[in-house]
């Protein structure tokens, strides 16, 4: 159990629709990443948040969006979903925000898009 | 432009045959390397960090290394519960951010 946890596990919805994932950082991590894994592109970064503030964007959509709240916990926002944003979402956490820190990764959520 | 290639993309070993896999990068500064194991449908685990050309770490049965242009993880007497994917990942120095770049693994299979 890395300490990061993150809701829900599964997640099937339609086309169209907007869903929420939530993530909980380890105690003490002020760092949260999101990641996304799809079979064919590997594990990508979409976007960090540090200590509440946005610190770096990967190639995250203009369809999605996240935050970082001041409990620390972060939300990923995704929206007008389509067939191809089925895949795993994982967040991560690590204590330092400017990198050489080792990221835990969440057990990850299962986003299906029908 | 960062890049991590690893290969090869699977591996099947007996319990006891010893191998490595192999994590080539190319970034403009490096900052750490990183050495994940993933289960099917489950989080990445992490593993070890490096820091610099020569540097090693030893888990158990793993041992992680790394010169300027590439990184192995070598596995020594594998046992079934072995069998995972194995990420490797770097962050590049420069900038604040912490993000890691992915390659897209080694499957490896573990056969009793």
């Known amino acids: 159990d890395s300490g990061v946890t993150q809701t829900p596990k599964h997640l099937i919805t339609a086309t169209g629709q907007r869903v929420t994932l939530r993530c909980s950082p380890r105690?003490?991590?002020?760092?949260v990443y999101w990641y996304q894994q799809s079979l064919d592109q590997g594990l990508q970064f979409l976007i960090q948040?540090?200590?509440?503030?946005?610190?770096a964007k990967g190639n995250i959509l203009e369809r999605f969006s996240a935050q970082q709240f001041p409990d620390l916990h972060s939300e990923l926002n995704l929206s007008s979903l389509e067939l191809g944003d089925s895949a795993l979402y994982f967040c991560?956490?690590?204590?330092?925000?400017?990198?050489?820190?080792?990221?835990?990764f969440g057990p990850g959520t299962r986003l299906t898009v029908l | 432009e960062d890049q991590v290639t690893q290969s090869p993309e699977a591996l099947r070993l007996q319990e006891g045959e010893s191998s490595s896999l192999n994590c080539s990068y190319t970034?403009?500064?490096?900052?750490?390397l990183f050495w994940y194991r993933q289960d099917p449908g489950k989080g990445p685990e992490f593993l070890f960090t490096?820091?610099?050309a020569g540097e090693e770490k030893e888990k158990e049965r793993l041992k992680a290394t790394l010169t300027k242009k590439e990184s192995f993880l070598h596995i020594t007497a594998p046992k079934p519960e072995d069998s995972a994917t194995y990420l490797c990942?770097?962050?590049?120095?420069?900038?604040?951010?912490?993000?890691?770049?992915f390659g897209k693994g080694t499957k490896l299979s573990v056969k009793p």
């Open positions: 105690s003490g991590d002020l760092s």
């Open positions: 990942a770097v962050q590049a120095s420069g900038g604040s951010q912490g993000n890691l770049i």
């Open positions: 948040y540090y200590n509440g503030e946005e610190r």
């Open positions: 490096l820091y610099s």
């Open positions: 991560a956490s690590s204590v330092g925000g400017g990198g050489g820190h080792e990221q835990f």
């Open positions: 970034v403009s500064g490096l900052r750490g």
